[in-house]
Nanobody, 123 residues
Framework: QLQLVESGGGMVQAGGSLRLSCAAS????????MGWFRQAPGRKEREFVA?????????YYADSVKGRFTISRDNAKNTVYLQMNSLKPEDTGVYYC???????????????WGQGTQVAVSS
């Protein structure tokens, strides 16, 4: 089993920044592609945000966050990050990190999930 724990969420005004972290334990972190998803208030589905490859060399972003968010990882620290700049109210939601065998924008391709961290962006 791979355990994932997110941190770094909070409340911020529009235009501000937050850095989310996701610490992994239990299995070899570098085996997994790591993704971030979010769930907006009142929505059942989780929306893809970004994914980073096992080595960190490749990344892929949702169009809604491209140019504002940056995903990265540190395999020596078993941690993946999401730097979020120029935040908008529509970025509000619970952010989840996930681990999977494919670089994918579909939540069904991820096997392990964290508990989530809340991000609230006020206008």
């Amino acid at each position: 089993q791979l355990q994932l724990v997110e941190s770094g969420g909070g409340m911020v005004q529009a235009g501000g920044s937050l850095r989310l972290s996701c610490a992994a334990s239990g299995r070899t972190f570098s085996w997994y592609n790591m993704g971030w998803f979010r769930q907006a208030p009142g929505r059942k589905e989780r929306e893809f945000v970004a994914v980073v490859s096992r080595s960190g060399a490749n990344t892929y972003y949702a169009d809604s966050v491209k140019g504002r968010f940056t995903i990265s990882r540190d395999n020596a620290k078993n941690t993946v990050y999401l730097q979020m700049n120029s935040l908008k109210p529509e970025d509000t939601g619970v952010y989840y990190c996930a681990a999977g065998g494919r670089m994918s924008d579909s939540d069904s391709d991820y096997n392990y999930w964290g508990q989530g961290t809340q991000v609230a962006v006020s206008s």
